[in-house]
């Protein structure tokens, strides 16, 4: 970006900082999106791959505030990111208040962004809530990951009772025409979660299909845009938990073992992605100019929660947010595309 521009971006969003108000995103600055169909959002992520890249927010717990981080973006830089990211959430008061974060999603869309939902998911091998420590960062035998993944079992049977939990909520992002950009199993090829570091046709990739056939299949939640996920570990072997192309709509990648991706990193993963769009799922540094032009394919980058101010300094954040690739709320420009209701016809 020249440096004019620079300038000039600096001095729009230290304007728009100090003239802020607390209220939510306003339809009426934005483009807001009618009811359409996952395939339409795909279809705009894969035009602009090569191009462009959706500015993301991740909004960690509370689940009563699921906005809080998306508003300290909009505090920053006057503008709202382009893709609003939530969770499914795992400890009571959260699960308890998961309608929150559904409304949230509905109220993004409305207003012209992008929408993405994340499962930190208790194991099947207890209960529907649990602690972060012992409960999803854990690990279970060799024998009870088995059992999830065998059809017909006490634990497979238990992990679609825990898909059913969320499945409400799912739907009504789906009866309202909300396409959501859904990662489940994050991280699969890292061990600090309990679904992770299973490589192979019957470890992590196992659990994905049979999420997605559950969900996509018996449940019809077609509105749910699949999106896998692994970290950036140097120890590769990334395609090792890999699903199949029939599992997967967009391949991302979480960044914290180092600032951003290499190019070793962006290369393996275009080679596990083939013509499916890219994603920088979590990070903990802002996006730099020379990232995203060395690094075109990257359909949107997510920064996580607390990181965005812990790790990133007003300027920053500004500045990436100003960058001429990257595109907020007001700017993601879905393609026209028909959207069909629950029960209408195929």
Known sequence: MPATRYRIAAAIAALAVATVMSAGPSADSAQAFPATSRQNVLNYLNAISGNHTVSGQHNKEPASEPG?????????????????????????SDVANRQRVVDQARTEWANGSLTSLTWHV?????????????????????????????????????????LDEVVPYLQQLRNA????????????????????????????????????????????????IWVWNVQDNPAGGWS??????????????DVWYKNHPSSADYQQLRNIAGSKPMALAEMGRMPTAALLDSQPRWAWFMMWSEHLRGNNTNAEIQTAYFLPRVLNQGEVALPAGAFRAPGGPR
């Open 68 to 92: 809080r981080y998306t508003q300290q973006v909009k505090d920053v830089t006057g503008q709202y990111p382009g893709l609003w990211g939530g969770d499914l959430m795992f400890g009571a």
């Open 122 to 162: 208790c194991p099947p091998t207890g209960g529907s809530t649990c602690a972060f420590e012992g409960g999803v960062k854990s690990r279970i035998t060799d024998a009870q990951f088995s059992r999830i993944v065998t059809e017909g079992t006490d634990l497979n049977t238990a992990w679609k009772r825990r």
């Open 177 to 224: 025409g909300v396409p959501v950009l859904f990662r489940p199993l994050h991280e699969m090829n890292e061990s600090w979660n309990w679904w992770g570091n299973r490589p192979g046709a019957t470890g992590s990739a196992r659990l994905y299909q049979i999420t997605r056939d559950y969900l996509a299949g018996t449940k019809g939640l077609d509105n749910l």
């Open 240 to 253: 090792d938990y890999y699903p199949g192309n029939g599992y997967v709509d967009v391949v991302s990648l």
